[in-house]
């Protein structure tokens, strides 16, 4: 069975930094694309940033700039380095990966149960 689990989150004041963490674990055979998304209260859950397996990443236009996402092949983990955190920024912050079970025939999507990030002075 696979799992992902988030940590990292914390609470900070605005300006500061925190790096979030997502390891997956299991019976994995190739990870393809990983990504961060967060959801604020009483919102939708948005996209942060994406990075597929060979390092192209994509980034949401309101954190272009303040946040980077990296991965780490060998480690099954992907990272996600904030910086400048706004008050907006506050959400609860979920990863996910598409990959291949251990005797899979398909890539699923795989969710890990989330961490918050709370941005206040």
């Known amino acids: 069975q696979v799992q992902l689990v988030e940590s990292g989150g914390g609470s900070v004041q605005p300006g500061g930094s925190l790096r979030l963490s997502c390891a997956a674990s299991?019976?994995?055979?190739?990870?393809?694309?990983m990504g961060w998304y967060r959801q604020a209260p009483g919102k939708e859950r948005e996209l942060v940033a994406t990075i597929s397996r060979s390092g192209t990443t994509n980034y949401a236009g309101s954190v272009k700039g303040r946040f980077t996402i990296s991965r780490d092949n060998a480690k099954n983990t992907v990272y996600l380095q904030m910086h400048s955190l706004k008050p907006e920024d506050t959400a609860v912050y979920y990863c996910?990966?598409?990959?291949?079970?251990?005797?899979?025939?398909?890539?699923?999507?795989?969710w890990g149960q989330g961490t918050q990030v709370t941005i206040s002075s």
């Open positions: 299991g019976s994995i055979a190739i990870i393809n694309d």
């Open positions: 996910n990966a598409a990959l291949l079970g251990g005797g899979g025939l398909r890539f699923d999507l795989y």
